[in-house]
């Protein structure tokens, strides 16, 4: 199979459980070829778990769910030096962060020490332990979900830890007729254990080189770094994106337009994924309401941005 069929043949796999929301499904396969990690920020039962799930069974990967309490520690998350009395030394024993896809079940629910313990994981794919360095399986994806309306026991991630992330995507309420499709199906087993492996994880890996070598025009990066200078002169906004956010936009852009089975970029593409890569690494100046509406003040104020930018002909 082609690069095409390929990327059609994981989404569709996916959709025969996340009903109704392909382009939430393919954002999140833009982020993997992407080379990038997801957080998924919306309300309790939409389907972020699912998704999740659903992806890492849709690839073949080694797959590890983390469930975030507030006792969890570092160790619990990265692995821990045991003493082997038989050799009198010590053995490195892999945590659950050794896995192709990791999914954070509820982030913000562990301190910020334990939440700062993914930084080195995800920006260097690599776990420090002990003065000893360990890399991580490729490909390396964090998948994080988050309740953005609920206060009570949770720790805000920071915003050095946000971006971390290449996107941040909400799901939403499915409509009547697949929320029936939803209800129809039978409840014995989970929904994303029926799927089987469409990608093997070297096919992955081919992918995201692939994504390497599709064309982003001069006169696109000027159009995506003008719009990443708006960001840090807008009235509105008391931080604007960094570097790694503008590299995460051009990631991104390359990798929909590999989705989309194209070997080029189009301004469409960028100007469809700013508020999803660079809203949550940006900071308002009047960040009133709960979580939930600063996330979405942000991604108005990013649209704002995005359409105050020429367009290159």
Same mark, same amino acid.
């Given at each position: 199979?082609?690069?095409?069929?390929?990327?059609?043949?994981?989404?569709?796999?996916?959709?025969?459980?996340?009903?109704?929301?392909?382009?939430?499904?393919?954002?999140?396969?833009?982020?993997?070829?992407?080379?990038?990690?997801?957080?998924? !920020?919306?309300?309790?039962?939409?389907?972020?778990?699912?998704?999740?799930?659903?992806?890492?069974?849709?690839?073949?990967?080694?797959?590890?769910?983390?469930?975030?309490?507030?006792?969890?520690?570092?160790?619990?998350?990265?692995?821990?030096?045991?003493?082997?009395?038989?050799?009198?030394?010590?053995?490195?024993?892999?945590?659950?962060?050794?896995?192709?896809?990791?999914?954070?079940?509820?982030?913000?629910?562990?301190?910020?020490?334990?939440?700062?313990?993914?930084?080195?994981?995800?920006?260097?794919?690599?776990?420090?332990?002990?003065?000893?360095?360990?890399?991580?399986?490729?490909?390396?994806?964090?998948?994080?979900?988050?309740?953005?309306? !609920?206060?009570?026991?949770?720790?805000?991630?920071? !915003?050095?830890?946000?971006?971390?992330?290449?996107?941040?995507?909400?799901?939403?309420?499915?409509?009547?007729?697949?929320?029936?499709?939803?209800?129809?199906?039978?409840?014995?087993?989970?929904?994303?254990?029926?799927?089987?492996?469409?990608?093997?994880?070297?096919?992955?890996?081919?992918?995201?080189?692939?994504?390497?070598?599709?064309?982003?025009?001069?006169?696109?990066?000027?159009?995506?770094?003008?719009?990443?200078?708006?960001?840090?002169?807008?009235?509105?906004?008391?931080?604007?994106?960094?570097?790694?956010?503008?590299?995460?936009?051009?990631?991104?852009?390359?990798?929909?337009?590999?989705?989309?089975?194209?070997?080029?970029?189009?301004?469409?593409?960028?100007?469809?994924?700013?508020?999803?890569?660079?809203?949550?690494?940006?900071?308002?100046?009047?960040?009133?309401?709960?979580?939930?509406?600063?996330?979405?003040?942000?991604?108005?104020?990013?649209?704002?941005?995005?359409?105050?930018?020429?367009?290159?002909?």
């Amino acid at each position: 199979m082609d690069a095409g069929h390929k990327i059609q043949a994981l989404r569709s796999n996916i959709e025969r459980v996340i009903k109704g929301k392909p382009a939430v499904v393919e954002m999140a396969v833009v982020a993997l070829l992407a080379r990038g990690h997801l957080l998924i !920020e919306d309300v309790p039962g939409v389907g972020k778990t699912t998704l999740a799930h659903s992806l890492a069974r849709s690839l073949g990967c080694s797959f590890r769910r983390i469930q975030f309490t507030s006792d969890l520690l570092p160790a619990d998350i990265l692995g821990v030096s045991v003493f082997h009395q038989q050799k009198q030394t010590f053995e490195f024993k892999s945590g659950p962060i050794f896995a192709h896809i990791v999914l954070a079940d509820e982030i913000n629910r562990t301190t910020p020490k334990t939440q700062s313990s993914l930084l080195e994981a995800m920006n260097d794919a690599q776990v420090s332990v002990d003065s000893q360095t360990y890399p991580l399986p490729r490909p390396f994806m964090v998948i994080a979900t988050q309740n953005p309306w !609920e206060y009570h026991g949770t720790f805000p991630l920071p !915003e050095s830890q946000l971006d971390r992330f290449m996107m941040r995507i909400r799901i939403g309420y499915p409509d009547r007729a697949d929320e029936k499709k939803v209800l129809d199906r039978p409840q014995l087993l989970h929904p994303a254990d029926e799927l089987e492996p469409v990608l093997t994880t070297q096919e992955v890996l081919d992918l995201q080189e692939r994504v390497e070598k599709v064309r982003l025009d001069d006169s696109l990066m000027e159009y995506l770094l003008a719009i990443i200078a708006a960001t840090r002169r807008s009235a509105l906004l008391m931080l604007g994106v960094s570097p790694r956010g503008a590299m995460a936009l051009h990631k991104t852009a390359k990798a929909l337009a590999l989705v989309r089975q194209r070997d080029y970029c189009l301004p469409d593409d960028i100007k469809e994924l700013a508020p999803m890569v660079l809203a949550h690494r940006v900071m308002l100046k009047t960040s009133q309401g709960s979580r939930g509406h600063r996330s979405e003040e942000a991604e108005r104020v990013i649209q704002e941005v995005v359409e105050s930018v020429p367009v290159p002909l």
